[in-house]
């Protein structure tokens, strides 16, 4: 729990000096409360203080970057059990496992398949981001499948050996791409420390309970290494998610430091579908990283697409810029159909309109990212809006019919819009799978 501005006050020196460039030491210990002001305003707070201080400053979660180049990305720092209660910050790291048993080739064909695991999804690009080479063979193949996979792949690397001295060579081999190394246990934990601090990269901690793991965060610090992701190893579906609820409520309820990290989860079921929902439960269940084995673009994809669902701000709906959008070779007599800027709402329609092979204008009206129906219901999808819409986005100065096509589901205020409009109003088909059908039977 976050210290109050009296809890601060009483670390301060209380001299009321104003050198911090308030009148009295309460009131700067309520900036500080605030994080409206550093503690180094203060000349005289005492080192003790500064270290309380400066730890429970910390994110409850401490933010972790993986990677060094433009395909690097940050897991932690989050903030809350409930994406409702205000969002989940940052995606989990999708990844996948590489055994070093395979081939060359083998290894080539697997890379090459999950560098082309990139979709686009309403408007956003959607990417794995990790490839972990796991050690089954020796020191000498090991090393030669790291640089195979830095060779071939822009993707971040988790390092999983149990030979540290190849695993620290690994890792020197691969320094300038930041790898994770796996894993820390009692029985290795100053040894692989050891390396982690000396290579400067992070660390993931193995122990089948929480204390155990606790204790072995602490001892790692204790060593000088903080950049750690959490692993409770491999449980059932139901154990492995009650050990990542509870590690994020000990990290934020209870400030319990030693469990304050991101965590991570593999999934180890031969059958894709049930490696598709396990890794999605882990998902919702605050997994930080979770690696796979399979790399099939359907099964991915369902799993990319419920990580967005799931890091979407839930009080800022997904939206476009509101706009008038040519789809394909259009013309002054292409149709006119409006929607509204929510993104789902608008890349529905769209698809339906490639899919109609009718060259169509699509106008995005501003909605403030709602979709039709509710955005008619709190009146921001109007004969108004629609109206101001029409006048300012240069529908006039590309199409010379004044034929606009609304979603059927608010064909009530057709009457209305024509009105204000000065535009025919053409109600549409509800649902936006009829609209190739109704386009191509429009004239």
């Known amino acids: 729990m976050a210290l109050s501005g009296l809890d601060i006050y009483k670390l301060l020196p209380k001299t009321n000096c104003r050198q911090c460039g308030l009148a009295t030491c309460l009131a700067f210990a309520m900036q500080l409360a605030k994080k409206a002001l550093p503690i180094e305003k203060c000349p005289f707070i005492s080192g003790e203080a500064k270290s309380i201080l400066e730890a429970q400053a910390l994110p409850p979660i401490r933010p972790i970057i993986l990677g060094s180049n433009e395909s690097k990305f940050e897991i932690g720092n989050e903030t809350v059990l409930f994406r409702h209660e205000e969002k989940f910050r940052n995606p989990t790291g999708i990844g996948f496992i590489i055994d070093d048993s395979l081939s060359n080739e083998q290894i080539k064909t697997r890379l090459a398949k999950i560098n082309q695991l990139k979709f686009e999804r309403v408007g956003q690009s959607l990417e794995v981001n990790l490839v972990a080479l796991k050690q089954n063979k020796d020191a ?47 029985n290795n934990f100053a040894q692989i420390g050891a390396i982690a601090k000396e290579l400067g990269l992070p660390l993931v901690v193995v122990a089948q309970d929480l204390d155990s793991l606790s204790r072995l965060t602490r001892e790692l610090n204790a060593l000088g290494v903080n950049n750690l992701v959490l692993d409770t190893g491999s449980k059932s579906v139901a154990d492995k998610i009650w050990d990542l609820t509870q590690i994020r409520r000990q990290a934020l309820k209870k400030s319990n430091r030693a469990l304050g990290y991101p965590v991570l989860a593999i999934v180890e079921k031969a059958d894709p579908y049930e490696e598709a929902m396990e890794a999605t439960a882990y998902i919702a269940k605050y997994a930080g990283i979770v690696m796979l084995k399979g790399t099939e673009a359907w099964e991915v994809i369902s799993i990319l697409t419920l990580r967005q669902n799931i890091y979407t701000d839930p009080q800022k709906p997904l939206q476009i810029d509101p706009k008038l959008y040519p ?15 929510f993104s789902l709402s608008y890349y529905t329609v769209l698809g339906e309109v490639e899919a109609s092979k009718i060259p169509s204008y699509i106008l995005s009206v501003d909605t403030q990212g709602m979709s039709v129906l509710t955005a008619w219901a709190a009146e921001k999808f109007n004969p108004e809006a629609i109206t101001k819409s029409l006048e300012t986005s240069g529908v006039k100065d590309v199409i010379k019919h004044k034929n606009l096509i ?10 209305d819009l024509e009105d204000q409009s000065g535009f025919k109003i053409i109600v549409g088909p509800k649902e936006a799978a009829g609209i190739p059908a109704f386009l191509k039977n429009l004239n």
């Open 140 to 186: 000498e193949r090991y090393l030669e499948a790291t640089k195979l996979i830095l060779n071939h792949t822009s993707r971040q690397i988790m390092l999983m050996a149990s030979d540290l001295p190849a695993l620290k060579q690994a890792g020197q081999i691969a320094k300038e791409r930041a790898p994770l190394l796996y894993c820390a246990t009692e």
């Open 327 to 341: 789809v394909g070779q259009v013309s002054q007599n292409s149709p006119l159909l409006v929607t509204t800027n």
């Open 406 to 415: 609304i979603p059927g589901y608010v064909a009530m205020m057709s009457g």
